[in-house]
């Protein structure tokens, strides 16, 4: 498959993607080739300027999937603790799996996608 043809199909692709999530007030905060980053608006709590709860999503486009998360997010301690989760079939939302067990908060590096939702969700009105 031609180079060109690829990112023409990546581009409709996260096109369709920022649509349907769009719909749940899903916003798009980065992408990694086929995989993007998207932030539930409607569910960030801030509890201070280093603490946030939000729902975050992880699509993989080329697997057809949607990684629903309940975060909470320590800005101070670079740190994320999931709270909840759901596995998707992204076509039809259908939930292959759910998890509402705590893990324990796990660090993020400067680079990881983790830090760019952090950042994303820090510079919205709070």
Do not use: W
């Not at 301690?77 to 998890?99: C, E, H, L, P, W």
């Amino acid at each position: 498959m031609p180079v060109k043809r690829i990112g023409v199909l990546i581009a409709a692709l996260m096109l369709v993607l920022s649509s349907v999530c769009a719909a749940e007030n899903m916003e798009f905060v980065d992408a990694d080739g086929s995989t993007g980053y998207y932030v539930d608006t409607d569910s960030v709590n801030f509890y201070d300027d280093k603490l946030v709860d939000a729902r975050i999503a992880v699509v993989k486009a080329n697997k057809n999937r949607r990684f629903v998360y309940a975060v909470q997010f320590d800005r101070e301690k670079g740190t994320y603790q999931i709270f909840a989760s759901m596995v998707q079939i992204y076509d039809t939302k259908d939930v292959i799996d759910s998890r509402t067990e705590s893990g324990p908060p796990l660090p993020y590096s400067y680079n990881s996608p983790m830090r760019e939702i952090v950042d994303y969700i820090f510079a919205l009105p709070h």
